[in-house]
Nanobody
Framework: QVQLVESGGGLVQAGGSLRLSCAASGGTFSRYNMGWFRQAPGKERDFVAAIRQSGSGTYYTDSVKGRFTISRDNAKNTVYLQMNSLKPEDTAVYYC????????????????WGQGTQVTVSS
């Protein structure tokens, strides 16, 4: 079992930046592909970004390309999401998740989830 704990959310003005962290424990972190998802009120949980075990491959939904960067530090069992040029439409609860699957964009393939961290972007 892998336990995931997100941190770093908060309230920021449009155009600002936040860095989310997700600390993993209870498993071999480097064996998992990691993803970030977000869920706005009344909406589905959507894919944001993902990174492969070694960090060699990263993937983003179109709306965050060029603004968000996913990275990982396998020595620290942590995955990060650097979010720049934030927009009000980025407001959501952000979740990190772990998977052994190669289908990184589908939330159904992720076996382990964190509890989420709220990101609120004011206009």
């Amino acid at each position: 079992q892998v336990q995931l704990v997100e941190s770093g959310g908060g309230l920021v003005q449009a155009g600002g930046s936040l860095r989310l962290s997700c600390a993993a424990s209870g498993g071999t972190f480097s064996r998992y592909n990691m993803g970030w998802f977000r869920q706005a009120p009344g909406k589905e949980r959507d894919f944001v970004a993902a990174i492969r075990q070694s960090g060699s491959g990263t993937y983003y939904t179109d709306s965050v390309k060029g603004r968000f960067t996913i990275s990982r530090d396998n020595a620290k069992n942590t995955v990060y999401l650097q979010m720049n040029s934030l927009k009000p439409e980025d407001t959501a609860v952000y979740y990190c998740a772990a998977t052994n699957s190669f289908a990184l964009g589908s939330k159904g393939t992720y076996a382990f989830w964190g509890q989420g961290t709220q990101v609120t972007v004011s206009s």
